[in-house]
């Protein structure tokens, strides 16, 4: 499946591994380090989805979804929303936002790919 992902971490160990291991399963990854740069990047390439951190510098997640939701061209990309935080309130208040799906961090990659796959299928 070759989809193309934008990837938004502002931990730069965690953004190199997880490209990495995308690319590994024949994704084009863009990345960017906070989410006013994610929505330049998105904007330009309009990926075919978005995985990104929830509290970043710049503009965090909360406000990358409402940006998307906004915009013509992003709002039907799906947005995979990824927190250390596995507050019940915190996962609807992203999901009543728009997010696509919200995954807690630490998390195995297998269970990344699932729910990229099963996100990417409900968008073909």
Not at 54 to 58: N, Q, W
């Given at each position: 499946m070759n989809a193309n992902i934008l990837l938004i971490e502002d931990k730069a160990g965690l953004l190199d591994t997880l490209k990495s291991l995308l690319e590994l399963h024949?994704?084009?990854v863009f990345t960017a380090s906070h989410g006013a740069e994610g929505l330049?990047?998105?904007t330009r390439y309009l990926p075919d989805l978005v995985i990104s951190d929830?509290?970043?510098?710049?503009l965090d997640g909360y406000e990358l979804l409402d940006r998307f939701k906004q915009d013509p061209q992003l709002c039907k990309i799906p947005v995979l929303?990824?927190?250390a935080k596995n507050d019940p309130q915190e996962i609807?208040?992203?999901l009543q936002k728009g997010a696509a799906g919200y995954l807690t961090k630490p998390f195995v990659f297998a269970h990344l790919h699932e729910e990229?796959?099963?996100l990417l299928v409900r968008t073909a």
């Open positions: 024949d994704y084009t330049t990047v998105a929830i509290y970043m510098p710049v929303i990824t927190s609807e208040d992203v990229i796959k099963r």
